[in-house]
């Protein structure tokens, strides 16, 4: 079978290239990686442009609210078929891709002055908890007016993080997780000359396809 | 297996290699050459375009029916003398009741003549082309090379020039004292000096080199390539390509197949 099959362009993205691609990525902007809402939410990093602020959470009672942070450490992608293993009762179906990922939690406990006078409000303990976390998502293509131009997306549709308990808590916690690690991938936008490496532009036709290790595209010549 | 796998059929091929004949643009040359017995100075362009792709494995592009577009200028000078003996009126003496009246003897020295002369036309060829991958510069490029000299049928191009050189040598030689009796004479003799095989002697060694060291470039790109574009505080996303090969591949299609490596 043909690479290209009944289109004239072909370009396959492999998982290790598009770990690659996620590295380079990342690396040049931690800022999708690492989320605080107070620098008192400590590093590493300890550039203050690798951290994106986002608010703290607001409770009744709690002056400037509850201060946290959320880091995730550099995906590693695995497309279809499953060859990193995945936990129950995540499977990678077809036209998917797994992911592996840690995620720090960190919040900053304090006490409260009128209840405890010889703690000042400002001493903060960072609380940090690191989970492991697996994820199956897939891949959009996104399109621009000029034929040729366009992103490569990724969504997360799910998470296991393994042995927490109770399990209603489990499930708390990945839905939230799921939810900021989708919304942090969403930020990562692949051209798809990327893709190609620079190699044959094209108009898309088909794809992304995600089969045999690799990230698919099939398209026409410009 | 590749980061990157980039594959392009014959259909695709085709207009891609349009693309890049059209990027080569207009070659220029120039330089002397034979004409014949005489030596003349060139200038010459070429474009390409046209041609049909078919891919064989492992590793050829066969090219069939590539359009050279060419236009040669060409400036002979030569020195009519070599063309047409030089000749002298004698001497004529006519007997008056005075004495006679003598017409002084008059010889004629054909000049040196400069002939310019210009002929566009186009040319078919065939040619088998090999992807040829270098890193030169912190550039990567994939080229497709021409594998030795292609034939360039060059008759009628040579008969068209001859006739062009033939009207050109008519518009030089009118306005010389004394040979308008004998004009067709000497632009016959030019011809006949220089004749057919004389301008293909001249046109082979021009136009060759063109299709002789024809490139087609099917990928270029830095060896630092950009991934995304640096945008207000964010930097640019940068990997390496730390390896570019190319084949044809046959299954059952027939493709060129571009193999890319890249690290973060």
């Given amino acids: 079978m043909s690479l290209t099959e009944a289109e004239e362009v072909h370009a396959g993205l492999h998982e290790s290239g598009a770990n690659d691609l996620l590295t380079a990525f990342l690396t040049a902007r931690p800022r999708l990686l690492n989320y605080r809402s107070s620098p008192l939410v400590p590093g590493p990093p300890a550039a203050a442009s690798a951290w994106t602020t986002i608010p703290p959470l607001p409770f009744p009672g709690v002056p400037g609210g509850i201060h946290w942070g959320v880091q995730f450490d550099l995906p590693e992608i695995d497309f279809h078929p499953d060859t990193a293993g995945l936990p129950p009762p995540l499977t990678l179906g077809a036209q998917r891709f797994a992911l592996r990922t840690t995620v720090t939690l960190t919040i900053l406990c304090g006490t409260r002055r009128r209840e405890d006078p010889e703690q000042p409000s400002s001493a903060v303990t960072p609380l940090r908890a690191q989970l492991k976390l697996f994820g199956v998502g897939h891949a959009n293509a996104v399109y621009f007016g000029t034929p040729g131009q366009g992103e490569i997306t990724f969504d997360v549709d799910a998470i296991e993080i393994v042995d927490i308990e109770p399990v209603q808590l489990e499930a708390v916690l990945e839905c939230l997780i799921r939810t900021l690690l989708d919304a942090a991938l969403g930020n990562v936008r692949l051209p798809l000359e990327a893709v190609t490496a620079g190699a044959f532009a094209f108009a898309l036709v088909r794809g992304p396809e995600i089969e045999d290790d690799q990230l698919k595209l099939y398209g026409n010549v410009l | ?264």
Avoid at chain 2, 17 to 37: K, M, N, R, V, Y
Avoid at chain 2, 106 to 135: E, G, K, M, Q, Y
Avoid at chain 2, 167 to 177: G, K
């Fill in chain 2, 1 to 264: 297996m590749p980061d990157v796998v980039a594959a392009i059929d014959e259909g695709g091929a085709n207009d891609l290699l349009q693309d890049a004949a059209a990027a080569l643009g207009t070659l220029s040359d120039s330089g002397s050459g034979s004409l014949g017995p005489f030596v003349a100075n060139w200038s010459a362009s070429a474009t390409f375009s046209g041609g049909t792709v078919d891919l064989i494995a492992p590793d050829v592009v066969r090219l069939a029916n590539v359009r050279m577009d060419y236009s040669v200028a060409v400036s002979v000078s030569l020195d009519l003398s070599d063309i047409i003996p030089d000749f002298c009126l004698p001497r004529i003496c006519i007997p008056t009741p005075f004495g006679s009246i003598c017409t002084p003897r008059i010889c004629i020295d054909w000049p040196t003549i400069t002939i310019p002369f210009s002929h566009s036309s186009f040319v078919n060829f065939s040619a088998d082309f090999r992807p040829v991958v270098t890193l030169v510069g912190g550039e990567w490029r994939v080229d497709l090379v021409v594998l030795g000299t292609p034939f360039l049928q060059l008759g009628p191009a040579a008969a068209a020039l001859l006739a062009a050189l033939g009207l050109a040598a008519a518009a030089v030689l009118a306005p010389i004292p004394f040979i308008g009796p004998i004009l067709a004479l000497a632009v016959a003799g030019i011809l006949a000096a220089i004749g057919v095989a004389g301008i293909l002697g001249l046109l082979g060694p021009i136009l060759s080199p063109f299709v002789s060291g024809l490139t087609f470039n099917v990928f270029r790109q830095p060896q630092l390539f950009e991934v995304v574009p640096a945008s207000g505080s964010d930097a640019a996303v940068n990997v390496t390509l730390t390896a570019v090969t190319a084949a044809v591949v046959s299954t059952d299609e027939d493709e060129l197949v571009l193999n890319v490596d890249f690290s973060p």
